[in-house]
């Protein structure tokens, strides 16, 4: 029996679901590769990006993924046989570190749990230690998509202060830019990198890397600078020089209005949005787990992301959960990859999600769970549907109650 329709909903975390604004944008004839109109276009992104990274930096806007972000990042600042120190929470901090290995980079890895955040106080040690200042740049994601995971950026930038450490702070934001708050120069981060296919709402193809005046100074100094990469050539007066060649313009139109529908949300309601929706879907995983055959794969919850969660469950049930919700509603939730590769599944709740979405798609969980007769705790959609109830009827005692976990959760 089938209860779904053509169109799925798509909830994985990356690619997510692009609002039709956006697909719109893209839909338009080329325009000419030398007009003065599609340079103000990319002048007004890189304007706007500089609000949701929240920095005054040099931004770098690349027809890549985020791969090529972490290789642009990598490339720019650092030279063959420089270590940088990954920071392993969970599967794409290691992934940078891999690409840095093939650069010519030493690569360290400071050992870290699938089910917890970077610890600030074991990273002070690490660098303390490193008297010769060998390390020169510290690699780390605020969110981890592998492992749900949402790492505290400053915490880490007072770890390196505190160990009186000169190494650049390098932040991969692929998962978390537009979803959560990022202060990239309020946190003292030297370089962002970034992706649009995310919470940015758009297709995939196109990453942003942020650099500030230390890494524009090591920059000149760096030995792995490629042409197609390189912020110098980058930071030349012609517009097609940002793009190392052709302008991806229809890329561009899309990032345009996406970033518009950004800023008229408001980037603040916009954060608020991803923590409510995250939250009620916690609040419902919380009253499944109750039935003891799945559980978050983060334990402490102001360790969890507002980007996505991350639930285990044994293989076999997992398979057949994920195969009913696509298969007979039309909702594709994201399977579980790296150390969890099919022990359970994930929620994306980042981008262009809203209430109806997220709803939606945790009764389709619910109703898998019922229909093939998986143990778990009753009331998860009751429970989400409650706690989203009690947003609208009080958002400022929530916003006190969200202040309060997060005080709690620094001592």
């Known amino acids: 029996m089938s209860l779904r329709t053509r169109r799925e909903i798509v909830v994985t975390p990356g690619p997510t679901m692009i609002p039709d604004e956006v697909l719109g944008a893209m839909h338009r004839p080329t325009v000419d590769l030398y007009s003065e109109d599609l340079h103000q276009v990319t002048l007004s992104c890189l304007a706007d990006l500089r609000q949701i990274f929240r920095s005054a930096g040099d931004v770098y806007i690349y027809a890549a993924n985020g791969h090529g972000a972490w290789e642009a990042a990598l490339s720019n600042s650092l030279s063959r046989g420089d270590k940088v120190l990954v920071l392993e929470s969970g599967q794409f901090a290691k992934g940078w570190g891999e690409m840095g290995q093939m650069l010519g980079l030493t ?177 419902a995983i919380g009253a499944w787990a109750k039935g003891g055959a799945l559980a978050f794969n983060i334990e402490k919850p102001q360790e969890r992301s507002d980007s996505v969660s991350v639930v285990r469950m044994e293989a076999e049930s997992a398979e057949r959960l994920l195969s009913f919700c696509r298969n007979v509603c039309g909702v594709v939730l994201g399977v579980n990859i790296g150390g969890l590769t099919g022990e359970g599944f994930r929620i994306g709740h ?60 620094a001592f």
């Open 107 to 283: 690569v360290e890895t400071l050992a870290g749990d699938w089910r917890a955040a970077v610890d600030p106080g074991k990273l002070r040690g690490r660098l303390e230690a490193d008297t010769a200042h060998a390390i020169k740049a510290v690699l780390v994601v605020q969110v981890d998509t592998a492992s749900g995971v949402r790492n505290d950026i400053a915490a880490i930038r007072n770890a390196i202060d505190a160990a009186s450490h000169p190494a650049l702070l390098m932040v991969d934001v692929i998962a978390s830019l537009g979803a959560i708050p990022f202060e990239m120069d309020e946190w003292g981060v030297d370089v962002a990198v970034g992706a649009a296919q995310k919470a940015l709402m758009m297709t995939p193809g196109l990453a942003f890397v942020v650099a500030n005046p230390k890494a524009k100074a090591a920059n000149r100094a760096a030995g792995l600078r490629t042409l197609y990469w390189d912020w110098q050539f980058r930071d030349g007066p012609e517009h097609y020089k940002r793009y190392c060649g052709t302008c991806p313009e229809h890329l561009l139109f899309g990032l345009r209005k996406s970033l518009d529908l950004i800023l008229v949300e408001g980037l603040d309601a916009v954060h608020r949005r991803h923590r409510l929706l995250a939250e009620a879907t916690r609040r």
């Open 350 to 409: 980042m981008g262009d999600v809203g209430a109806a979405t997220l709803l939606g798609t945790l009764a389709v969980i619910e109703t898998a769970l019922q229909a093939l007769a998986i143990q778990h705790g009753k009331g998860g959609v009751a429970a989400a549907t409650a706690f989203l109830a009690e947003a609208v009827a009080s958002p400022a005692a929530l916003d006190e109650h969200a202040k309060l976990e997060r005080s709690a959760a």
